[in-house]
């Protein structure tokens, strides 16, 4: 198979670099038929996580398939180079390792392509949590620092993080995670999460996106009965207006006909 230029794109974006320096890449916003589906919604794991991923296409019920690139090989499609097919999910990884960090996208039964997704996976130290696709405006945003040694089992956010956007702090958490309530077009921007002793996490991208147009709102009821109200006495002067036309057509016929019947002038033959 000769490689296009997309494949080269991506394969560039991660020979570049180490698994564990996978460069982050802002997922792009752009609306295709074909889009990719990633259980749980992050970007950033620990070693020994399971991920699950699909593809969703528009133009067919077959979904489409999932492929990456990573900094040992590419152009692999799920579940034939890696993972498995489990029950719900065409295309899993149970048990995670850094030579999974890579490019991940669907690419549908014509050919189109996903926007592309950065996967990384770490052994230890600190990662943040963030939504890998983009959020609508207006919606609840949460963002959580964890941490993970190699002893440990499970990764814990119980931990002081401080938290940054493009590189300036934006506040402090006691708990390891930052909340938004109602996220903006504003809060979009490369975000990360440190601890003075444990570290900080590599930076992950929070896109957000405008609320799909609202449908056309229906005629509410005082409007519906004003309308009415207004265009009742209308219809009801251009029936009266049609009922005495017809009346008045009605007497003139009748006067025709006794002037007239049949040749005669008021009931006397015409000399």
Known sequence: MEP?????????????????????????????????????????????????????????????RVRRNTTKRWLEECPADWGVATTGSPCSIQDTFPHDSGVYWCESGSGEHSPSVNITVHEQGVILESPVFPVIEGQAVTLRCLYKDKEATKPSSNFTAAFYKDGSLVRTEAAG?????????????????SNSELGG????????????PAPAPLLSLPRLLCSILVTCPYLVVT???????????????????????????????EL
Do not use: H
Request: hydrophobic share 30%; aromatic share 8%.
């Open 4 to 64: 296009t230029p997309l494949y080269m794109l991506f394969l560039s974006s991660v020979f570049c670099c180490r698994p564990s320096q996978v460069l982050t890449i802002p997922y792009e916003a752009t609306q295709t038929a074909v889009s990719l589906r990633i259980s749980p919604s992050r970007s950033q794991f620990f070693k020994y996580e399971s991920v699950s991923l699909s593809c969703e296409d528009q133009g067919s019920s077959a979904g489409g």
């Open 177 to 193: 995670e930052m909340n938004i309530p109602a996220v903006s077009t504003s809060d979009a921007g490369l975000y990360k999460c």
């Open 201 to 212: 996490s590599p930076e992950s991208w929070l896109a957000v996106r405008a609320p799909p």
């Open 239 to 269: 029936a009266l207006l049609l009922e005495m036309c017809c009346r008045s057509r009605g007497e003139t016929t009748r006067q025709s006909r006794r002037v007239c019947p049949g040749g005669t002038f008021n009931g006397e033959e």
